[in-house]
Each structure stands twice: as structure tokens, then as C-alpha cells.
T-cell receptor, first 116, second 112 residues
């Protein structure tokens, strides 16, 4: 069975600094998707970034980038120039590729606090 | 475009009572998902609708949980009778089918 592990329950970072959230996963599949979702306090969960496993190039969305290491089954999220609005729970998630849409497998989440 | 709407946002019920959670997906999204996060644990998949049909309900914990999606529009998730371990945040998500999920804000259920 696929599993997703986020080893950092909580992290904090000073505004404008860079922080990296770790995520590892376990699967025997070769084709899959990986995601980082963000849930601000009392608000809905939104997609931060997505990576297709067949793509070697790391995905980037503005201040957010990933370090995808397929062989190591690692998918860390780097947030550059942290802003107060980045304070949220961050969830790493995995989805099998192919056919009809599958379901997401989530990690336990990392609570990130950005301090002024 | 309206997002995924869930209500109530919070519900506190006594053990043994019944609660019904509702999810209104984005209009036109055939795929609708229910997930649950129990405090301190992972968000777990419950089930997946494609239109009004249950595509995958492998994550439903037991027969106290009943999900419906009449007419392929909104969905309800009923818990009857509720137990203490059912407490958690219930998320709904919808998708048009391109792996682009949109989540609702969740319903926080507390069973006392």
C-alpha cells in the first residue's frame, strides 16, 4: 500500500526567509502524481504545486518549488521569501496515475508558522 | 465560479445521534470525493462519486456511514448512529476529471 510520511509536525520561519518541508512516500508504482496542498486556518485546502512522476524537471510555482527525487521517493517543498500568508497546514499527497481519477493519499501534515 | 461548499461548518452531536453533512460541488464537476481527517492523523479517503454512481467506496469505515449523490449534483454523508471515534474534519472535493481537485472548507464534527 502507498504511504506518505511528513516527518515535521510543526515548523516556523521568519518572514522573508526560506523554509523546506519534507515529504517521503512509498510506492511500487512507476507513474503517479505528487501534490502539496495548503490549508490556512479555518479556510479551504488549496493546491500549491503538482508534480508528475515521469517528469524529471522539478515543478515551480512562483515562490514555491519542489525537490523531487524519484529514486529516493522524496518530494520536499521549498518556500522562498516566506510571507505571513503562508502560515498554514501543508499536506503532501500522492495519487496513482492512469484511468479514472484515483484518490489522494495524504501525509499527516506540517503546521508552518511564519513569524514577523 | 462558486467553489465547493460544505455545511454545516461545525457540528457537535451526542453519541448515538444522527448527523448529515452536505457538499455542493462546483457545477459541472462529475467527480465528487469525501475525505476525513481525524485529529493528529492523515486525511483519509472515504469515497468517490462519478455523477450519481459510487466509483469507489473502499474508504468508508463501516455501515454507519451512508453517502448519497442524488441526480449527480450535491452529496450528503450521513452518520447514524454517531460514535466518539467519528469526530474529525470531513472534507469534500470535486473535480472535472483532470486531477484538478477543488476542496471545500470542511465540516468539523465533534461527537460527545
Amino acid at each position: 500500500a502507498q504511504t506518505v510520511t511528513q516527518s515535521q509536525p510543526e515548523m516556523s520561519v521568519q518572514e522573508a526567509e526560506t523554509v523546506t518541508l519534507s515529504c517521503t512516500y512509498d510506492t511500487s508504482e512507476n507513474n503517479y502524481y505528487l501534490f502539496w496542498y495548503k490549508q490556512p486556518p479555518s479556510r479551504q485546502m488549496i493546491l500549491v504545486i503538482r508534480q508528475e512522476a515521469y517528469k524529471q524537471q522539478n515543478a515551480t510555482e512562483n515562490r514555491f518549488s519542489v525537490n523531487f527525487q524519484k529514486a529516493a521517493k522524496s518530494f520536499s517543498l521549498k518556500i522562498s521569501d516566506s510571507q505571513l500568508g503562508d502560515t498554514a497546514m501543508y499536506f503532501c499527497a500522492f495519487m496513482n496515475y492512469g484511468g479514472s481519477q484515483g484518490n489522494l493519499i495524504f501525509g499527516k501534515g506540517t503546521k508552518l508558522s511564519v513569524k514577523p | 465560479e462558486a467553489g465547493v461548499t460544505q455545511f454545516p461548518s461545525h457540528s457537535v452531536i451526542e453519541k448515538g445521534q444522527t448527523v448529515t453533512l452536505r457538499c455542493d460541488p462546483i457545477s459541472g464537476h462529475d467527480n465528487l470525493y469525501w475525505y476525513r481527517r481525524v485529529m493528529g492523523k492523515e486525511i483519509k479517503f472515504l469515497l468517490h462519486f462519478v455523477k450519481e454512481s459510487k466509483q469507489d467506496e473502499s474508504g468508508m469505515p463501516n455501515n454507519r456511514f451512508l453517502a448519497e449523490r442524488t441526480g449527480g449534483t450535491y452529496s450528503t454523508l450521513k452518520v447514524q448512529p454517531a460514535e466518539l471515534e467519528d469526530s474529525g474534519v470531513y472534507f469534500c472535493a470535486s473535480s472535472p476529471g483532470d486531477n484538478g481537485y477543488t476542496f471545500g472548507s470542511g465540516t468539523r464534527l465533534t461527537v460527545v
